[in-house]
């Protein structure tokens, strides 16, 4: 089975927020919202990440876990700062509010943030792992092989993750965090297939993505059934507690998968992402033209995308051709820049066809 590089990977990802998106491209992150006005407010700055961007940060099977810390962290930033915008301006600070902030000298934003990502994770926990090891339980004393069970265990953690996923796509008010999602991933789309960054070229892309972080919460879902599996300890409690020591494990192996998904197409690479691209049928939606404006303002805030259609498209911009006759001896600028029109540019360049789901996902951005 033969493997081979996706050769138009842009490094770029990002994620939907309240009427915005954010976008991030190494150490920095720029998040554009759709002000209530119908301007666009764009927001800039640096996240090096929560360890500052460590050595360990940077050793596989251990970046993942990291990488998914310091994507919720930045995910509730993100958003905290999008909601802003559609909060009630005359809301005045609540007295637990100004307590809050002298305890902990102005820092009671990042306490509350800290809190919330800190809840977010037991509640996880609480639903993924041990509810579905609690009714697995119910079944112990008709099944008596232990892998059985873990993969009984494993099916009722999909079926409750599933219906999550299902619950949550199904809320009004989340339709449009989903235009969004599907923004994000069109405007990456659109690059890594080697298209100008415009509304029109955004439209027609693909709204999956195989590097999408419902494809990473799946395959958190799937290795886990498997690791699980060899965990074999009798007392009940135990059981549980290596299940939630694992996950750490789980969550780097699965970042590996991903980020192996994202750079690479063979075989059985695009089979395993398969199952991820059709849940993104219910994380995503078709934006409309005024989302995709608000992607764009935020790749281009923080992603040079011209400079990288040059180097992995060959593409020449109309700037380009401008200066270099202008840097021509004289007598050659002329016939220079005739040479130069007829080459393919813009939108007339080659480019790769899209492939989502319905197509193969050889190609498909990450």
């Not at 939907?16 to 666009?40: C, Q, T, W």
């Not at 498209?313 to 002329?334: I, K, Q, S, W």
């Amino acid at each position: 089975m033969s493997t081979k590089k996706c050769g138009h990977y842009s490094g770029i990802g990002g994620q939907a927020v309240l009427e915005g998106v954010m976008m991030k491209n190494r150490e920095e992150y720029a998040v554009s919202v759709r002000r209530p006005d119908g301007g666009i407010e764009t927001k800039k700055e640096k996240y090096e990440g929560v360890w500052g961007g460590r050595r360990i940060t940077k050793l596989p099977f251990v970046r993942g876990v990291f990488n998914f810390i310091d994507s919720m962290v930045l995910g509730m930033q993100t958003l905290t700062w999008s909601a802003g915008f559609y909060e009630d301006e005359e809301a005045e600070e609540t007295k637990a509010d100004a307590v809050l902030d002298q305890a902990t000298k102005g820092n009671g934003e990042k306490l509350l943030m800290g809190l919330t990502v800190a809840f977010s994770i037991v509640l996880a926990v609480a639903i993924f792992i041990a509810l579905p090891f609690g009714i697995s339980l119910l079944f112990q004393s008709f099944v008596r092989n232990a892998s059985l069970l873990a993969i009984l265990e494993g099916l009722v953690r999909l079926a409750i993750f599933l219906i999550y996923v299902a619950a949550i796509a199904s809320m009004k008010d989340i339709r449009r965090v989903y235009q969004y999602h599907g923004a994000e991933h069109k405007c990456i789309n659109c690059l890594e297939h080697g298209r100008e960054l415009n509304v029109k070229n955004v439209m027609k892309s693909s709204r999956f993505h195989k590097r999408c972080g419902t494809s990473f919460l799946l395959f958190v879902v799937l290795i886990s059934i498997v690791l699980f599996m060899f965990i074999r300890v009798e007392q009940p409690l135990l059981r549980l507690g290596l299940r939630i020591l694992l996950i750490p494990v789980v969550a780097g192996i699965s970042y590996e998968v991903l980020r192996l998904a994202g750079r690479t197409d063979n075989a059985f690479i695009n089979l395993i992402s398969r199952p991820g691209l059709w849940l993104q049928r219910l994380t995503t939606r078709e934006p409309d033209r005024s989302m995709v404006e608000v992607a764009i303002a935020s790749v281009e805030a923080v992603f040079d995308w011209k400079a990288y259609l040059k180097e992995e498209f060959g593409y020449e911009f109309e700037e380009d051709e401008e200066r270099d006759a202008l840097a021509a001896p004289e007598g050659l600028a002329g016939a220079d820049a005739l040479a130069e029109e007829e080459k393919p540019t813009g939108a007339d360049a080659p480019a790769e066809p899209d492939a989502g789901p319905e197509a193969s996902p050889e190609g498909t951005a990450v």
